[in-house]
Nanobody
Framework: SAQLVESGGGSVQAGGSLRLSCEAS????????VAWFRQSSGKEREGVAS???????????KYGDSVKGRFTISRDDNNNAVYLQMDSLNPEDTAMYSC???????????????????WGRGTQVTVSS
């Protein structure tokens, strides 16, 4: 069955950077929408970034308002992976970050967590001030 595995999380100081990876097995990311979400204690899951399938030829990306201009989502089809480059991190970015793929419905917003079928277990990001 499809598996998504995140990596790259860790602890950084405010202003620092991290690069998260989402790698898939038994599932091809290039043909599917992929998104990153985050959830911190006591808060709802938040859509961070999404990227359209490679075959769409548009490589459309969408970002949550809180990360625009600081985070960049990209894909590497050769490695069946999607990345999230996070720059200018601040303590409010502290959360468990998860990737998701496979759309239940193309009519749903790409940053709606209910849209996605497959989820990784997440990687923790902690930003200290």
């Amino acid at each position: 069955s499809a598996q998504l595995v995140e990596s790259g999380g860790g602890s950084v100081q405010a202003g620092g950077s991290l690069r998260l990876s989402c790698e898939a097995s038994a599932y091809s990311l290039r043909y599917n929408f992929v998104a990153w979400f985050r959830q911190s204690s006591g808060k709802e899951r938040e859509g961070v970034a999404s990227i359209s399938p490679t075959i769409s030829a548009r490589n459309n990306v969408k970002y949550g308002d809180s990360v625009k201009g600081r985070f960049t989502i990209s894909r590497d089809d050769n490695n069946n992976a999607v990345y999230l480059q996070m720059d200018s991190l601040n303590p409010e970015d502290t959360a468990m970050y998860s990737c998701a793929a496979g759309s239940k419905s193309l009519a749903m917003d790409v940053l709606d967590p209910n849209r996605y079928i497959y989820w990784g277990r997440g990687t923790q990001v902690t930003v200290s001030s």
